[in-house]
């Protein structure tokens, strides 16, 4: 069969060639300017390089047999087969191709930012992280579906009265309440040091954090940071630790917790108050959960949403009357603004309880 | 020309009445279409960040499938496939769904790997049961499930069990009922005419055997590898960009506290759920975290059906099927996936609160 240059298939060569290679150095640039991680979990990032690579290989295949092409030089052993421009009309495939194009031009053109309160909002923050554990111990199905009627209109109420039976509504630090607990917090920490040298620091451990085997990491961690002058909640463990400190929630009202996070609010945690907190990812920004603290601070309006702060403050808990869940709140007593994480999200801790 | 007239604007018409139904049941006025369709800023950076991540996150799993594809194209023929695959329809439904095991490719990456398989003669409802049960019935979705759910350690197993039962389920009804063929053969549009899959005409059976009996020229071979996986890229991806988008869009505008709203009753609950999973369109190992969140607010038999409809039928895989089936088979697999995952979610349900 006498055989002539096809450009078409020229053509369709080179432009699937640059998409492709375009995507994939979209993966590097944003790999080098470091934001993958804005998009991918470090875990996961591996695959998209690994696809980035791929896309470069088939790129440079596709470059090579245009190429072929121009100089006149067929594939021999399938003849017309094997490749030939895709069929259909042109402006299907401008269609088709121009889906790829916008896209990625608008990736590389706009800036990268990270979700903030906005999306909390949206998703629901995220305040009682210990429920999938606590659901085991009572709430099983039927109650729990009286919980789902979920009226953040009708809340302001409820949520005023809760705020309203506390006793300490003053700055913190001058309340006596707030002074005695943190009095007997310390006492509390010197004891556990002491049962921590002592050899019964197991049978101390199971008076302090009762637990069952399936809870044991979290309750060793709870002994843990229950030695602690100031939990620190860490970047590491940050789910980990509010999972651990909302679970054994009585034992730690009164602590002193330090935590970091960005501010969020919504009408249904109340006045005077907002959640400080982070998003959790576990595969790609997609997934990401809002997991944070209620936070009551007297400046409180100083303070905008998405400012990024570390709060030190004494433990309390009061009731979120969005589902009516016993949650922690954080009692300020001193905030730092800083500048938002390096990292926005945070990660499961693949190392807890190993 | 005028038949893609008309499926564009039967796709629009169908995009309207999602949003006016959205708005019905959340109680809304048109006059919240304008709240919408004012963006602000942060919406935009939302957008954008959540369609990046889909793509990025889905793009190497895609890519992996698109290879296995060609590869299967051209180094397995026709007759092999027949041999291989069980004679018993339960049996062949039954080893479909524990492929899952051996192969955990989650979703995007496992259409292109069927339609390849549908178009060299296998069978219609095992490419299902394989389709639906692949992204559960696997090792790295039990493990995610199971760390998820520390404690209720049973939802892992329960997750599996009923992932594979309603692949089975769906799997065995389709051989039953299923009699004319589903796969979309031509594109709409003007005709090619001679070979039946319009949108790649060389992509015949023929061919796979030219190839497969070919000895030479191992870099024309490559090539060809690539020129195969170049057009399965563009096949599949446009429907994974159109997915990423719009699951932009939703999770952007659709806030989860509006949907919990709606529920009421367990029924209401289990159907609430499996809406939700439908519309987030996450991948079967990060989607447990989510309904992990969930515990206490549902009860487990809705976060059960949330965590097997999700992976099975979503947003993004329903352009990703609408790429390979009939539209009318598409929306009669939803139906089947949906009645049963209901009725197995609900018996799961009404088990656990008996026994767990």
Not at chain 1, 105 to 120: E, K
Not at chain 1, 147 to 170: C, F, I, Y
Not at chain 1, 284 to 298: H, M, R, W
Not at chain 2, 274 to 280: C, E, K, P, R, W
């Amino acid at each position: 069969m006498p055989h002539s240059t096809d450009y078409r298939l020229i053509a369709h060569s080179l432009v699937r060639a640059v998409i492709l290679a375009g995507i994939a150095f979209y993966i590097v640039h944003l790999h080098n300017i470091g934001h993958l991680q804005l998009y991918i979990a470090p875990r996961m990032a591996i695959y998209t390089k690994l696809a980035a690579a791929g896309l470069y290989l088939i790129a440079a295949s596709l470059f090579y047999q245009a190429l072929r092409e121009w100089n006149g030089q067929h594939a021999h052993e399938c003849d017309e087969q094997c490749s030939h421009a895709p069929a259909g009309p042109w402006h299907r495939h401008l269609a088709v191709y121009s889906m790829f194009v916008i896209p990625l031009a608008v990736f590389f053109l706009s800036p990268d930012t990270t979700i903030g309160s906005a999306m909390a909002s949206q998703k629901g923050i995220n305040l009682n992280s210990a429920s999938a554990l606590k659901s085991k111990a009572g709430a099983a199905d039927a109650p729990a579906v009286q919980n789902t009627v979920l009226a953040p209109t009708a809340s302001p109420d409820a949520s005023g009265k809760a705020a309203a039976s506390e006793p300490n509504r003053e700055i913190p630090g001058q309340n006596p309440a707030s002074d005695n607990s943190a009095a007997t917090a310390d006492s509390a920490t010197d004891s556990a040091k002491s049962a921590a040298s002592s050899d019964s620091a197991d049978s101390e451990l199971d008076k302090l954090f009762p637990h069952d085997s399936l809870m044991e990491p979290y309750a060793k961690y709870a002994f843990k940071l229950y030695r602690q002058p100031v939990i620190e909640v860490k970047e590491k463990s940050y789910i980990e630790t509010l999972t651990t400190l909302d679970f054994f929630l009585d034992r730690f009202i009164g602590r002193k917790i330090s935590l970091s996070g960005f501010v969020y609010r919504d009408k249904t945690i109340g006045d005077g108050r907002f959640v400080l907190g982070r998003f959790a990812v576990q595969c790609c920004t997609a997934d990401a959960l809002p997991y944070g603290i209620i936070v009551e601070y007297v400046d409180e309006k100083l303070y905008k949403n998405d400012d990024w702060m570390t709060i030190t403050g004494t433990l309390e808990k009061t009731v979120y009357a969005a589902t009516g869940a016993e949650v922690m709140l954080l009692k300020a007593d001193k905030s730092v603004k800083i500048k938002p994480a390096k990292d926005p999200y945070v990660y499961p801790d693949f190392d807890f309880g190993i | 020309m005028s038949s893609l007239v008309y499926r564009w604007t039967l796709n629009s018409a169908t995009i309207g009445c999602l949003i006016l139904l959205y708005l019905i049941f959340t109680g809304q006025g048109i006059g919240s279409l304008a709240r919408i369709t004012h963006v602000d800023r942060s919406q935009w950076q939302a957008i954008k960040t959540i369609f990046v991540s889909i793509f990025l996150e889905a793009l190497p799993f895609m890519l992996l499938g698109v290879l296995v594809s060609a590869l299967l194209n051209l180094f397995v023929s026709e007759a092999a496939l027949t041999r291989w695959l069980p004679r018993n329809p339960v049996l062949g439904v039954l080893c479909a769904c524990l492929l899952g095991i051996l192969l955990p490719v989650c979703e995007c990456g496992m259409i292109p790997i069927v339609r390849r398989l549908l178009r060299k003669g296998m069978p219609v409802y095992i490419g299902i049961a394989y389709i639906l049960a692949a992204p559960i019935v696997n090792p790295v979705t039990y493990f995610a499930t199971y760390a998820a759910f520390r404690t209720m350690t049973d939802m892992a197993l329960y997750r599996t069990l009923m992932g594979f039962a309603v692949a089975v389920a769906v799997g065995i009804t389709l051989y039953l009922f299923q009699r004319a063929n589903p796969i979309r053969t031509s594109a709409p549009g003007p005709a090619t005419g001679v070979v039946p899959s319009g949108h790649q005409p060389h992509h015949t059976h023929t061919h796979a055997h030219t190839h497969s009996h070919d000895a030479s020229g191992g870099s024309s071979r490559l090539l060809s590898l690539a020129t195969h996986d170049a057009d399965e890229f563009f096949e599949m991806g446009k429907f994974l960009m159109l997915g990423a988008l719009l699951t932009a869009l939703i999770q952007t505008f659709v806030s989860r506290g509006e949907l919990l709203e709606l529920s009421g009753g367990v029924l209401g609950s289990h159907l609430l759920m499996m809406g939700f999973a439908y519309l987030i369109s996450l991948c079967s190992t990060s989607d447990a975290f989510v309904a992990a969140s969930f515990t206490g607010l549902f009860p487990k038999g809705a976060l059960l059906a949330f965590l097997v409809y999700g992976p099975m039928i979503d947003f993004k895989n329903t352009l990703m099927l609408l790429s390979v089936f009939k539209s009318r088979f598409v929306v009669r697999l939803i139906v089947l996936v949906t009645l049963f995952v209901l009725v197995f979610s609900w018996l799961a349900g009404y088990w656990t609160s008996r026994h767990g």
